[in-house]
T-cell receptor, first 114, second 113 residues
Framework: NAGVTQTPKFQVLKTGQSMTLQCAQD?????MYWYRQDPGMGLRLIYYSASEGTTDKGEVPNGYNVSRLNKREFSLRLESAAPSQTSVYFC?????????????FGDGTRLSIL | QQPVQSPQAVILREGEDAVINCSSS?????VHWYRQKHGEAPVFLMILLKGGEQKGHEKISASFNEKKQQSSLYLTASQLSYSGTYFC??????????????FGSGTQLTVLP
């Protein structure tokens, strides 16, 4: 079972470059999430999509955009990367955001911005 | 509002017990516990609901104290495989707010042979 798949696993960018992080899940989940994880900060929610066709801001949305391409895929875009966006990015999904459900995480994308 | 986890780090010998706490300044609806090993994705352990009972997973259990807005994770007879960083994610009770998890900064658990 693939679960939640993120690509790429590693990426190095220069300041000002743009990039899209991809996430796909094969569990027929309705809700998908993007988090960033910085040392000592835990996981912080960037954006989420409660269902196909909807997206909402989380705790730290500035500098990011998202697209829920279809039920399976949820992408995160950095339009003009900044060193402060160096982080590990995790995508997660669960069946239904309006009920209590565990979130299933991908393996993460390690992003460095020089 | 980020929940506060304590302790920040703990070192155990195999077979010893540990308790990790997660506290919130706001009324909680649910608490989710995850474990993350270095370089890997967080893995779900259990969910505690407001008004719910203590839950268990292998030799790991947790409780939810509504009066204190605190959840505690209990690891008994720890094994080497329990090493990792434990995160709590809290969902608050607030009318009009969107449901989302806010994670604590984590407790790093190291189990030594």
């Amino acid at each position: 079972n693939a679960g939640v798949t993120q690509t790429p696993k590693f990426q190095v960018l220069k300041t000002g470059q743009s990039m899209t992080l991809q996430c796909a899940q094969d569990m027929n989940h309705n809700s998908m999430y993007w988090y960033r994880q910085d040392p000592g900060m835990g996981l912080r929610l960037i954006y989420y999509s409660a269902s196909e066709g909807t997206t909402d801001k989380g705790e730290v949305p500035n500098g990011y955009n998202v697209s829920r391409l279809n039920k399976r895929e949820f992408s995160l875009r950095l339009e003009s990367a900044a060193p402060s966006q160096t982080s590990v990015y995790f995508c997660a999904s669960n069946f239904d955001r309006d009920t209590i459900q565990p979130q299933h995480f991908g393996d993460g994308t390690r992003l460095s911005i020089l | 509002q980020q929940p506060v986890q304590s302790p920040q780090a703990v070192i155990l010998r195999e077979g010893e017990d540990a308790v990790i706490n997660c506290s919130s300044s706001k009324a909680l609806y649910s608490v989710h516990w995850y474990r993350q090993k270095h370089g890997e994705a967080p893995v779900f352990l259990m969910i505690l609901l407001k008004g719910g009972e203590q839950k268990g997973h292998e030799k790991i259990s947790a409780s939810f104290n509504e009066k204190k807005q605190q959840s505690s994770l209990y690891l008994t007879a720890s094994q080497l495989s329990y090493s990792g960083t434990y995160f709590c994610g809290t969902e608050i009770l607030e009318s009009g707010s969107a449901r989302q998890l806010t994670f604590g900064s984590g407790t790093q658990l190291t189990v030594l042979p």
